[in-house]
Protein backbone atom coordinates (compact mmCIF):
# COMPACT_ATOMS: atom_id res chain seq x y z
CA UNK A 1 0.00 0.00 0.00
CA UNK A 2 2.90 2.28 0.68
CA UNK A 3 4.60 1.55 -2.32
CA UNK A 4 1.42 2.36 -4.60
CA UNK A 5 0.75 5.95 -2.53
CA UNK A 6 4.46 6.59 -3.37
CA UNK A 7 4.45 5.74 -6.18
CA UNK A 8 1.10 7.89 -7.01
CA UNK A 9 2.77 10.54 -5.33
CA UNK A 10 5.65 10.59 -7.60
CA UNK A 11 3.40 10.16 -10.94
CA UNK A 12 1.53 13.48 -9.57
CA UNK A 13 4.82 15.31 -8.94
CA UNK A 14 6.02 14.89 -12.69
CA UNK A 15 3.59 15.94 -13.97
CA UNK A 16 3.18 19.13 -11.93
CA UNK A 17 6.84 19.56 -12.75
CA UNK A 18 6.03 19.53 -16.39
CA UNK A 19 3.64 22.27 -16.40
CA UNK A 20 4.69 25.96 -17.80
CA UNK A 21 5.69 28.51 -14.75
CA UNK A 22 5.28 32.71 -15.14
CA UNK A 23 5.94 35.41 -13.33
CA UNK A 24 4.09 38.52 -13.19
CA UNK A 25 4.21 42.21 -10.85
CA UNK A 26 1.75 43.37 -10.17
CA UNK A 27 0.26 46.81 -9.37
CA UNK A 28 1.47 46.91 -6.37
CA UNK A 29 5.13 45.42 -7.55
CA UNK A 30 4.54 42.47 -6.02
CA UNK A 31 6.47 39.24 -7.93
CA UNK A 32 3.99 36.27 -8.40
CA UNK A 33 4.86 32.72 -9.84
CA UNK A 34 2.09 30.38 -11.15
CA UNK A 35 1.57 27.76 -13.24
CA UNK A 36 -1.22 29.91 -14.92
CA UNK A 37 -1.14 32.57 -17.31
CA UNK A 38 -1.85 35.96 -15.20
CA UNK A 39 -5.08 38.74 -15.91
CA UNK A 40 -5.23 40.00 -19.76
CA UNK A 41 -3.84 43.18 -18.45
CA UNK A 42 -0.51 42.11 -17.21
CA UNK A 43 2.46 40.63 -19.48
CA UNK A 44 3.52 37.45 -18.17
CA UNK A 45 7.80 36.51 -18.18
CA UNK A 46 7.63 32.82 -18.85
CA UNK A 47 10.12 31.26 -16.89
CA UNK A 48 10.03 27.85 -18.92
CA UNK A 49 8.73 24.64 -18.38
CA UNK A 50 10.55 22.55 -15.58
CA UNK A 51 10.39 19.00 -17.96
CA UNK A 52 13.05 16.93 -18.17
CA UNK A 53 15.82 17.91 -19.80
CA UNK A 54 16.88 16.85 -22.98
CA UNK A 55 18.93 13.41 -23.61
CA UNK A 56 22.34 14.50 -25.21
CA UNK A 57 22.45 13.08 -28.52
CA UNK A 58 24.13 9.60 -28.77
CA UNK A 59 26.20 8.13 -31.47
CA UNK A 60 23.87 5.92 -33.37
CA UNK A 61 24.05 1.92 -32.70
CA UNK A 62 25.95 0.09 -35.67
CA UNK A 63 23.42 -1.66 -37.51
CA UNK A 64 22.75 -5.27 -36.83
CA UNK A 65 23.83 -6.11 -40.40
CA UNK A 66 27.15 -4.52 -40.44
CA UNK A 67 27.98 -6.12 -37.03
CA UNK A 68 27.06 -9.46 -38.40
CA UNK A 69 29.06 -8.79 -41.72
CA UNK A 70 31.91 -7.77 -39.16
CA UNK A 71 31.73 -10.79 -36.92
CA UNK A 72 32.01 -13.21 -39.89
CA UNK A 73 34.47 -11.33 -41.41
CA UNK A 74 37.03 -11.83 -38.11
CA UNK A 75 35.44 -15.53 -37.73
CA UNK A 76 36.45 -16.22 -40.94
CA UNK A 77 39.51 -14.54 -41.06
CA UNK A 78 40.22 -16.80 -37.74
CA UNK A 79 39.18 -19.96 -39.14
CA UNK A 80 41.88 -19.36 -42.34
CA UNK A 81 45.00 -18.11 -40.12
CA UNK A 82 43.78 -21.21 -37.99
CA UNK A 83 43.94 -23.32 -41.01
CA UNK A 84 47.33 -21.90 -42.29
CA UNK A 85 48.55 -22.87 -38.27
CA UNK A 86 47.52 -26.21 -38.61
CA UNK A 87 48.97 -26.53 -41.61
CA UNK A 88 52.40 -25.49 -41.08
CA UNK A 89 52.81 -27.38 -38.00
CA UNK A 90 51.43 -30.45 -40.18
CA UNK A 91 54.27 -29.75 -42.61
CA UNK A 92 56.54 -28.77 -39.92
CA UNK A 93 55.84 -32.54 -38.38
CA UNK A 94 55.97 -34.42 -41.60
CA UNK A 95 59.70 -32.62 -42.56
CA UNK A 96 60.38 -33.69 -39.22
CA UNK A 97 59.90 -37.56 -39.31
CA UNK A 98 61.47 -37.81 -42.65
CA UNK A 99 64.44 -35.85 -41.39
CA UNK A 100 64.42 -38.40 -38.68
CA UNK A 101 64.23 -41.10 -41.21
CA UNK A 102 66.97 -40.10 -43.46
CA UNK A 103 69.34 -39.85 -40.66
CA UNK A 104 68.18 -43.57 -39.39
CA UNK A 105 68.78 -44.95 -43.03
CA UNK A 106 72.37 -43.25 -43.43
CA UNK A 107 73.24 -44.72 -40.32
CA UNK A 108 72.21 -48.20 -41.23
CA UNK A 109 74.27 -47.59 -44.57
CA UNK A 110 77.01 -46.59 -43.07
CA UNK A 111 77.21 -48.74 -40.07
CA UNK A 112 79.08 -51.47 -42.20
CA UNK A 113 76.80 -54.16 -41.30
CA UNK A 114 76.04 -56.19 -44.35
CA UNK A 115 72.46 -54.96 -45.87
CA UNK A 116 70.03 -57.45 -47.51
CA UNK A 117 67.45 -55.89 -49.97
CA UNK A 118 64.81 -57.69 -51.82
CA UNK A 119 64.86 -57.65 -55.51
CA UNK A 120 62.41 -57.98 -58.09
CA UNK A 121 61.88 -61.60 -58.19
CA UNK A 122 61.38 -61.83 -54.36
CA UNK A 123 64.72 -62.94 -53.63
CA UNK A 124 66.87 -61.59 -50.68
CA UNK A 125 70.35 -60.09 -52.03
CA UNK A 126 73.04 -58.80 -50.16
CA UNK A 127 74.10 -55.09 -51.48
CA UNK A 128 77.61 -55.29 -52.95
CA UNK A 129 80.01 -51.73 -52.19
CA UNK A 130 78.87 -50.48 -55.55
CA UNK A 131 75.03 -50.74 -54.34
CA UNK A 132 76.00 -49.38 -50.89
CA UNK A 133 77.52 -46.24 -52.14
CA UNK A 134 74.78 -45.37 -54.73
CA UNK A 135 72.21 -45.77 -51.38
CA UNK A 136 74.60 -43.89 -49.72
CA UNK A 137 74.63 -41.06 -51.88
CA UNK A 138 71.18 -41.25 -51.67
CA UNK A 139 70.19 -41.21 -47.96
CA UNK A 140 73.06 -38.10 -48.00
CA UNK A 141 70.77 -36.47 -50.67
CA UNK A 142 67.51 -37.24 -48.53
CA UNK A 143 69.27 -36.26 -45.38
CA UNK A 144 69.94 -32.93 -46.96
CA UNK A 145 66.81 -32.49 -48.53
CA UNK A 146 64.43 -33.16 -45.44
CA UNK A 147 66.85 -31.89 -42.48
CA UNK A 148 67.51 -28.03 -42.96
Not at 97 to 108: H, N
Request: aromatic letters at 4%.
Amino acid sequence: MRLATALLLALLAQTALAADIYSWRDKDGRVHYSDVPPPAPVQPRSIGSAGPAPAPAAAPPARPANQELEFRKRRAQAAEAEAKLAKEKADAENARAQCDQARGQLATLESGRRIAQYNSAGELEVLDDAQRAANIERARAAVASWCR
